[in-house]
């Protein structure tokens, strides 16, 4: 699985889907570009989730506000005084290390050690292996299981207690050695705050500390009532945001899954307080079933409820994706009661209560939250959609089987010889449809190497014009997935195309 993660990596260099940034300078730590074929998929990723909020629900509506925002915001958030990480650094290797993912690690750890060994009981005992028996009597899986439960526990009292001593003794007692130079020399715990900041104004007298803003929410709570008074909503409705958001993340590890600028899209939906466990009930299910739409697995999904909440909400969970390295979170849905508006109420001295008519009264609303990172989103997408195929003849075919509708291509338009006219049939087609799909032509090579090309980044549909083709006015669409190939007159093209890409 790791190899495949690799692979996918080189995949997204060697085809212009994802850049490390700077590259020529030797990268910069957790930073990426996209390329023009990453930047369509991107795109498209995020029309897929903005018509889905703003077309298909007529009480949400968007926005997009600045990446600069006063500095009060940050406190009143409380991402000032507490968006931290817990950082640790090995004496040795002068590597640094969230204290918090070490834990999770070993954790996780354990866990496959009981899988492996429910895994070898299950081959040695066949049909009659009663898994849950196993777990429950298996000397080896109960060991495990109870150093699990002690360290799990263990570890979430320390992060809820802010006790970095104990967390730094627990990583000591579990003996986890760090990756790079092997040892257990670590220093102690501390807190890392994760916004970057700058300053704005030119003297240094009047010059300001500002924030890029770690999260998109933040713009959209307090623009809630210029929104609802200018666009006349009425509770439960939703503002929807896409941006930037930026994180000084501690470990940048796994490509774009965790990023130091990346970006997001929230949603915060405002309803009638007493209601909002209702609502957080269906915009979990509505979320859940938007990402399983894009069709790469409903197995692949899953929620983790969080039994820690936050201070401020009454509900979460997280829908998580199995990624080349397990199961990991792509997107959150929480309930954050009326935290946020009541904190910005607090800093800003302005009323932020909404009148209900039908109710007859003020109230401050309560807030569902929906938020997915679009790199995450994207990674997730590549990941599924990611195959190896060994055809017929022995050879190896690479192949992304991204759900048509945000594929980077549509449709490779290709004369079988550049001669004959066939050049130009071609790009008579490209003409016709090119206001609609993405296309590309491609006269170089044989036409076995352009479908490989045109498959490895997730070109649905290849049509071929040959020399028939001005007569007949037919050509051979060839179907990505399949390989399957039908002669078609060019009349239905923009059908058979449209029926699979426009959703
Ligand atoms: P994690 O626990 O992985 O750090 P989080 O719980 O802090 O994530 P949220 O603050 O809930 O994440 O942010 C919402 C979404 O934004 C996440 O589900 C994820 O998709 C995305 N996201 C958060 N941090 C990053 C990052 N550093 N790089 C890329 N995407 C991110």
């Known amino acids: 699985q790791e190899d495949v993660f690799k692979k996918l990596v080189s995949h997204c260099k060697e085809y212009g ?13 957790a930073v ?143 003996e986890i050695v760090c990756p790079i130079s092997g040892t257990r020399n670590w220093t102690d715990v501390r807190q890392f705050n994760l916004m970057f900041s700058t300053e704005m104004g030119s003297t240094a007298d009047g010059a300001m500390k500002v924030y890029l803003r770690p999260e998109t929410a933040q713009g959209i709570f307090v623009n809630f009532l210029n929104v609802q008074k200018t666009g006349r909503m009425k509770i439960p409705f939703g503002i929807a945001q896409i941006g930037k958001a930026f994180r000084n993340e501690i470990v940048a590890r796994q490509f774009i899954f965790r990023m130091r600028e990346f970006e997001q899209m929230e949603m915060q939906f405002f309803v009638r307080p007493g209601e909002e466990l209702d609502w957080f009930a269906k915009w979990k299910q509505a979320r859940l079933n938007w990402h399983k739409a894009l069709g790469l697995g409903d197995q692949k999904y899953r929620y983790h409820d969080h039994d820690k909440l936050a201070h401020y909400a009454n509900a979460a969970t997280d829908i998580e994706f199995e990624m080349p390295f397990g199961f990991k979170e792509v997107e959150g849905i929480h309930s954050r ?137 037919c050509v051979t669409i060839r179907f990505r997935d399949t390989m399957l190939q039908e002669r078609v007159p060019i009349s239905k093209l923009h059908d058979i195309i449209s029926e699979k890409v426009n959703m």
């Open 17 to 29: 889907f994802v850049f490390p940034s700077s590259e020529i300078y030797d990268g910069l730590g």
């Open 32 to 174: 990426y570009d996209y390329g023009q074929m990453g930047v369509e998929l991107k795109n498209n990723l995020k029309k897929y989730w903005w018509d889905s909020m703003t077309l298909l629900n007529d009480n949400v509506v968007g926005i997009d506000s600045a990446i600069f925002m006063h500095p009060t915001i940050w406190k009143a958030s409380g991402h000032v005084d507490a968006f931290n990480d817990p950082l640790i650094d090995n004496k040795d290797s002068k590597k640094r290390y969230r204290a918090d993912v070490l834990i999770e690690d070993y954790l996780a750890k354990l866990d496959e050690k009981i899988d492996k060994e429910v895994a070898k009981a299950a081959k040695r005992f066949g049909e009659s292996f009663d898994e849950a028996q196993f777990r429950a009597t298996n000397p080896r899986v109960l060991e495990n299981q109870a150093k699990r439960d002690e360290v799990h526990a263990r570890f979430a009292k320390d992060l809820n207690d802010a006790n970095f001593e104990d967390l730094r003794d627990l990583i000591i007692e579990c």
């Open 337 to 473: 009661t009326d935290f946020d508006l009541s904190q910005h109420e607090k800093f800003s001295g302005k009323k932020m209560q909404y009148f209900d008519p039908e109710l007859n009264k003020s109230y401050t609303p309560y807030v569902i939250e929906t938020s997915i990172g679009v790199d995450r989103l994207f990674l997730s997408v590549l990941a599924g959609s990611y195959c190896e195929e060994t055809l017929e003849n022995g050879e190896t075919r690479v192949v992304l089987k991204l759900p048509a509708q945000v594929a980077p291509v549509k449709l490779a338009v290709m004369p079988l010889v550049k001669k004959d006219g066939l050049p130009e049939k071609a790009n008579e087609i490209i003409n016709d449809l090119k206001f609609d799909f993405r296309c590309q032509y491609d006269e170089k090579d044989s036409i076995g190497k352009r479908y490989r090309r045109q498959d490895a980044i997730g070109t649905p549909f290849c049509i071929t014009v040959d020399h028939d083709t001005l007569n007949d006015n």
